[in-house]
């Protein structure tokens, strides 16, 4: 009977294990999503865009802070007039108050909402990306909770059924 030797077989590296270090975060951050199925827009002035659960994210540029990370949702509630501007404010501040790391705020006649973190690396942030993405739509589900709630309030004052 012939001695067989134990061959040990090294695993396969992920794809985010092959990024280099001289790679620019932005590269970086495009070769992970898409390692992770998402499908990334690259815009030279604005940053990277991708879609998740019907909305649309961004990761704009950062330059001049490589630690700096900015998940973004914008446009989720359009403003349509002063008195719905008015709620929103009071709205965002109700969220802001309780949310996790997510901003909620106006931006002209919409609302948005984001995720600004420090991360020692692109790998460090897309780690966390699973729960970021989580907490931008449980503040965006709290935020329109109480935007509908005040316009039913309103509804109900008026005597509107």
Not at 44 to 60: A, D, I, K, N, R
Not at 68 to 90: I, M, Q, T
Not at 123 to 147: G, K, N
Request: charged share 25%; hydrophobic share 45%.
């Amino acid at each position: 009977m012939t001695e067989q030797k134990a061959v040990k077989v090294a695993r396969p590296r992920s794809r985010t294990a092959v990024v280099k270090e001289a790679v620019s975060p932005m590269i970086a951050l495009r070769t992970m999503l898409e390692a992770h199925g998402f499908s990334v827009q690259d815009d030279p002035e604005v940053g990277l865009s991708f879609m998740f659960e019907g909305g649309q994210y961004y990761l704009p540029l950062q330059s001049g802070d490589q630690e700096f990370y900015h998940l973004l949702f914008p446009n989720f509630w359009a403003l349509d007039s002063d008195e719905e501007y008015g709620r929103a404010l009071f709205a965002c501040d109700a969220v802001n108050r309780e949310a996790k790391l997510v901003k909620v705020h106006t931006a002209k006649s919409d609302v948005w909402a984001g995720v600004e973190a420090l991360h020692a690396s692109p790998e460090a942030f897309i780690a966390q990306l699973p729960r970021y993405l989580v907490l931008v739509q449980e503040a965006v589900r709290a935020f329109r909770e109480v935007m509908l709630a005040a316009l039913e309030e309103i509804e109900v004052a008026a005597g509107v059924s």
